[in-house]
């Protein structure tokens, strides 16, 4: 970075560091698609991350002098962020999922699944009275969404399940951050391949696997090339998993359980595939799309053409 000393020298005030980062990512166009979507919140919450500062932002806060040593970790962070291209969570080590703290790392994606809104919403208007008391997180990478089904299901049981034993490692430290050892589980498994009980069924398989087509890989910017390829890739249509997820998500279901499973771009692909299968679109209130629902009984119908 040129004139990074002169900039730690020069600039001595919280707010001065968010308006010069800004102003540094919208110059070197970096992408902003893990977490925020524009440059001043995500200079905003790089500067807070640095400083360990709560979020939100007190005011007061923003025209404090910084230590030396401070402005250097800002300067460096921001380095990272415009010269390698690190998205923001990967530096700092901290992401959010359904209002949740958790840690990552490049083993894992970063978590940005709108399944949070329906976590949040104890998968409303589905099991409408009745207790969801066990869940399948397929997939499940950092752990968040089966570790946030826990958070805001009390009674639920979870199991995560992720062919990557690196980030079930990192999942395992979610879970102790969340102190929910006592009701999730890590399972690595090729999908459904390893589950150890062939009776067991679940309420709710919820996934979030790998769907981003070739097409689309190829084309990604740069931050997400730091992110795991396995966790990402899916063939050429993006449906490698779904596919056999929907063929087997049937045999683990309880007779009124339900499949939550996010294919992102690839949703038209599987339309286009299954065209003869009432898949159910969810609409979210705070954006997102390519999440569908199905449940139990729907799989069961519609098995011949999975």
């Known amino acids: 970075m040129k004139n990074r000393q002169e900039i730690i020298e020069t600039l001595q005030t919280v707010r001065d560091y968010v308006r010069w980062g800004s102003s540094l990512m919208a110059r070197h166009r970096v992408f902003f698609g893990h977490g925020t979507d524009n440059a001043w919140d995500e200079s905003l919450f790089l500067v807070q991350a640095a400083l360990d500062l709560p979020d939100p932002i007190d005011a ?29 969570p990967y530096i700092s080590g901290r992401a959010w999922f359904a209002g949740l703290p958790f840690i990552v790392d490049r083993r894992v994606i970063i978590p940005r699944s709108p399944i949070a809104e329906l976590i949040e919403q104890h998968f409303a208007p589905w099991f409408p009275g009745t207790r969801i008391s066990s869940v399948l997180d397929l997939c499940c990478g950092s752990g968040c969404i089966g570790i946030a089904c826990a958070a805001y299901i009390s009674e639920a049981r979870v199991d995560l399940v992720d062919i990557s034993a690196p980030a079930l490692d990192l999942a395992a430290q979610n879970i102790a ?11 690595q498994s090729d999908l459904f391949a390893a589950l150890a009980d062939p009776h067991k069924r679940y309420d709710v398989i919820v996934s979030n ?40 998500a049937a045999d683990y279901l309880s007779d009124n359980g339900l499949l939550v499973m996010e294919v992102g771009n690839s949703a038209v692909a599987l339309e286009n595939y299954y065209s003869d299968v009432p ?28």
């Open 279 to 306: 898949f159910t679109w969810i609409e979210f209130e705070r954006g997102g799309e390519g999440v569908l629902a199905i449940s139990a009984a729907e799989l069961a119908a519609y098995q011949k053409y999975f």
């Open 60 to 88: 007061q806060i923003l025209d404090s002098r910084l230590l030396r040593e401070e402005r250097i970790r800002i300067v460096d962070w921001f380095s990272m962020r415009v010269e390698q291209r690190l998205p923001l």
């Open 209 to 248: 696997p790998p769907y981003v087509d070739a097409a689309d890989l190829a084309s990604m910017p740069p931050e997400f090339r730091h992110e795991p390829g396995i966790a990402l890739a899916a063939g050429e249509d993006g449906l490698e998993l779904a596919h056999r997820i929907l063929r087997g």
């Open 177 to 187: 951050l969340h102190q929910l050892e006592d009701r999730v589980t890590l399972i």
